[in-house]
Nanobody, 123 residues
Framework: QVQLVESGGGLVQAGGSLKLSCAAS????????MGWFRQAPGKEREFVAA????????SYADSVKGRFTISRDNAKNTVYLQMNSLKAEDTAVYYCAADRSYSNTLYYQWDYWGQGTQVTVSS
């Protein structure tokens, strides 16, 4: 049974930083691309960032490029999202996802999901 468990969310002031973690189990982590998505109230789940199985490639939504960094540690079966210079519009539930394909940016294309962690940025 695949499990993805996010942690690290919370309340932060605008301009601050947070680091999200996602611990994976039940899958061969090093064979999967990993991604982060987010969903704000009343909005569709949107792509944030993705990283290939060997960290050789990363991609970001334009809205977070230059502020967020995705990374992974295959020895720990964990993917991270470092979020800097946070803005009020970054407020959302952040989800970790796993998929065989690194290039998918639509949420319904990803195979496995975590339960989400809330990030709230106060202005």
């Amino acid at each position: 049974q695949v499990q993805l468990v996010e942690s690290g969310g919370g309340l932060v002031q605008a301009g601050g930083s947070l680091k999200l973690s996602c611990a994976a189990s039940g899958l061969t982590f090093s064979r999967y691309a990993m991604g982060w998505f987010r969903q704000a109230p009343g909005k569709e789940r949107e792509f944030v960032a993705a990283i290939s199985w060997n960290s050789g490639s990363t991609s970001y939504a334009d809205s977070v490029k230059g502020r967020f960094t995705i990374s992974r540690d295959n020895a720990k079966n964990t993917v991270y999202l470092q979020m800097n210079s946070l803005k009020a519009e970054d407020t959302a539930v952040y989800y970790c996802a796993a998929d065989r394909s690194y290039s998918n940016t639509l949420y319904y294309q990803w195979d496995y999901w975590g339960q989400g962690t809330q990030v709230t940025v106060s202005s």
